[in-house]
């Protein structure tokens, strides 16, 4: 989502506001700040910066500071190589137990366990198989619906991995998902599927780094009915008002590299 087109004073305001809280929530050091906090900071009443995080992002403020503070988390476990416990507290939880409750909410999998996978020999060759069981296997004799990626053309012709959560942010395992090569427009899902689709361009060949801290060029957001034939889905530019849609791509391939690590 974009301030642009937004027309009122009011709203000008209030999207210059959010893109400043936004941009601190992205620094470590604001671990702890808190919903008064923030809405001091940017001058508005708390119940007010909320409608306009909810009308920006999607999502209320202090949903998008843990996102942010989970994407801190990620890095500092892999390439920091800090304890869970230092993470932790680093980035602003005051209890172990709640981190380890959030990161694997949000995250999809335990903070030492995502660790340990991602730092992972031959890891990298596991991801690549792991995207191709992503790849669109028809649904058989179901009734199907087409997801359309409507896309501007990028040197490099990422892919795309689009997955379904119950809400607009990603959260733990994804209900299902799709790998998009780069040549192709579209792919199906069951006509009954329900939920958010959320799709983010992927390097052909990511590095660890990339993967972790994963910055696609390409975003996309939409809401799926059950029993639409087509949904056509506008893969854009990130801006600063849109939360991390890639939370939960290293648990995806996290698991899936499990899983195909114990079958072969």
């Known amino acids: ?36 906090e923030w809405a001091e900071y940017a001058g508005l009443s708390k119940y007010r910066l909320t409608d306009a995080f909810r009308s920006l992002t999607g999502i209320p403020p202090m949903t998008f500071h843990n996102a942010e ?34 990161f694997t909410a949000q995250v999809g999998i335990p903070p030492g366990r995502y660790a340990k996978t991602m730092r992972s020999t031959g890891f ?23 997801l359309v990626f409507e896309r501007p053309i990028l040197s490099g012709a990422p892919g795309i991995v ?20 780069a040549l192709s427009k579209s792919t199906t899902l069951p006509r009954d599927t329900a939920g958010y689709c959320l ?3 992927l390097p052909i060949r990511p590095s660890m780094a990339e993967l972790i801290n994963l910055k696609p060029a390409l ?9 639409v034939a087509e949904t056509r889905m506008e893969m854009v530019r990130p801006t600063v008002f849109d939360p991390p849609v890639t939370l939960a791509v290293p648990a995806l391939f996290c698991r899936e590299s499990n899983n195909l690590a114990q079958a072969g």
């Open 124 to 146: 990298a060759e596991l991801f690549m198989r792991a995207l191709s069981h992503g790849l669109d296997d028809g649904a058989g004799t179901r009734a199907t619906m087409r």
């Open 199 to 201: 799709a983010a361009s």
């Open 69 to 102: 503070k989970l994407e801190i988390a990620k890095r500092l476990l892999v390439f920091e190589d800090m304890s869970v416990t230092d993470t932790c507290f680093d980035i602003g939880f005051e209890s172990l137990g709640s981190f380890i409750s959030k």
């Open 1 to 36: 989502m974009s301030a642009a087109g937004r027309q009122t004073p009011g709203q000008t305001a209030d999207a210059e506001a959010v893109s400043a809280v936004i941009r601190q929530m992205k620094m470590p050091a604001n671990g702890t700040v808190t919903l008064d």
């Open 219 to 227: 975003i996309g957001r939409a809401a799926l009915c059950p029993d």
């Open 162 to 181: 689009a997955a379904i959560f119950k809400r607009p942010i990603p959260s733990g395992y994804p209900k299902t998902w799709r790998f998009i090569h």
